[in-house]
Each structure stands twice: as structure tokens, then as C-alpha cells.
């Protein structure tokens, strides 16, 4: 068990411009989680996936926001058009489907748009 | 739906005495109670979980936290603080699906030596 890993940790990119993260959940984890976390707030749901099928998805998430799950294993968040309120920390989680089971988190990526 | 309120977003404690973090839930199942460790520029890490059974949970490095249902409290304690508990601490709810955590806003504990 490796955890939860995100790639990259920190990434500045320049208004406009389409970034990509990606996210590798613990191994036996069927559900793949989406958060974004701003300073001094807590983590904010944004999409949810069980195994391949995303099956939930905020409504307060821009259309320039999309998530993909291929094949039930590793995830990718894509923005495009970046804006600088997208300045944040994307957080992915994973856990099992038993009620009641945590959710184990990575350490995140740093989005800094400039 | 379910939600999270934590009372005060800064708590500052001297160390060695009693740590208390206040969480309050709103669900409308049985819910399911998470409080989540985070330190600066980290993900989060569980320190404990209620489900079902025993209303008293303890967790990692010495917290507990008790489910009252009558109050809808999930209050996290601690008897004696360390220096090393300095982290912002979040409560969370998860209802039957568990297709959601909803987060509070966070308490930011500060430990003064």
C-alpha cells in the first residue's frame, strides 16, 4: 500500500492556459474522489468516480473542468482556460465501497495561475 | 443532505493542557463521522472515525472524539496537548452511499510552549 499519489505537487501555469493532474489511488480502491481546497476553507467536493464511471459531479463546477477515470485506475482533472480564481489546492482521495470507510488523501497538487 | 459546522476556526491551547475542537453535524441518515488531520502543504491524514457501536472512538497520537447523537456533536479532544499537534483539523460527514465527505471549514490549533 503506497498511498495515494498526485502529480504534479506544484504547478504554475499562465491565465488561459489548459493544465492536467493526475492522480493514482491505492490499488483496491474502486472509489476516486475530486476535492479543491482554498486557504482557510475546507475541502470542497468536485467529482466523484466508482471504478470507470464518473458518477457524481458538483454543480458548482465549471464546464472548463474535466475528470476521467480510464479503465477504474488512475484519474486525470483537466482545466482548460485557466483562470486565477482557479488558484487552489486539488486534492484526490480514494476508498473502498464498504459504508462507513474512509477516505485516504494525497498530498495534493498547488495550482498557481498567474 | 449532510453538513459540518466547526465552532472556531482558531483555537490556541498551552501545551500540556486539554485540546477540545468542536464539531457539529447535520444529516439526514445515520451518519457516518470522520475528523482529518492536515499539516502545511500536506493532504489529510484520518486521526479517527465513528461509525456505529461505541459512541467513544480514540484515534492516532492520543485524540478521541465522542458521537452524541441528541446533540448531533462529534467533538474532538485531547487531554494534553504537544507542540507537535499545531495542524489544521477538519471534520467531515459521509451519509449511507458514501459517494461524498462533506468538510467543515477547518479549526487551526495553535500549541503555545
Known amino acids: 500500500d503506497t498511498g495515494v499519489s498526485q502529480d504534479p505537487r506544484h504547478k504554475i501555469t499562465k491565465r488561459g492556459q489548459n493544465v492536467t493532474f493526475r492522480c493514482d489511488p491505492i490499488s483496491e480502491h474502486n472509489r476516486l474522489y475530486w476535492y479543491r481546497q482554498t486557504l482557510g476553507q475546507g475541502p470542497e467536493f468536485l467529482t466523484y468516480?466508482?471504478?470507470?464511471?464518473?458518477?457524481?459531479k458538483s454543480r458548482l463546477l465549471s464546464d472548463r473542468f474535466s475528470a476521467e477515470r480510464p479503465k477504474g485506475s488512475f484519474s486525470t482533472l483537466e482545466i482548460q482556460r485557466t483562470e486565477q480564481g482557479d488558484s487552489a489546492m486539488y486534492l484526490c482521495?480514494?476508498?473502498?465501497?464498504?459504508?462507513?470507510?474512509?477516505?485516504?488523501f494525497g498530498q495534493g497538487t498547488r495550482l498557481t495561475v498567474v | 443532505a449532510q453538513s459540518v459546522t466547526q465552532l472556531g476556526s482558531h483555537v490556541s491551547v498551552s501545551e500540556g493542557a486539554l485540546v477540545l475542537l468542536r464539531c457539529n453535524y447535520s444529516s439526514s441518515v445515520p451518519p457516518y463521522l470522520f475528523w482529518y488531520v492536515q499539516y502545511p502543504n500536506q493532504g489529510l491524514q484520518l486521526l479517527l472515525k465513528?461509525?456505529?457501536?461505541?459512541?467513544l472512538v480514540k484515534g492516532i497520537n492520543g485524540f478521541e472524539a465522542e458521537f452524541k447523537k441528541s446533540e448531533t456533536s462529534f467533538h474532538l479532544t485531547k487531554p494534553s496537548a504537544h507542540m507537535s499537534d499545531a495542524a489544521e483539523y477538519f471534520c467531515a460527514v459521509s451519509g449511507n452511499t458514501g459517494n461524498q465527505f462533506y468538510f467543515g471549514t477547518g479549526t487551526s490549533l495553535t500549541v503555545i510552549p
Open positions: 465513528y461509525t456505529t457501536g461505541a459512541t
Open positions: 468516480f466508482q471504478n470507470e464511471a464518473q458518477l457524481e
Open positions: 482521495a480514494s476508498s473502498r465501497l464498504q459504508r462507513g470507510t474512509e477516505a485516504f
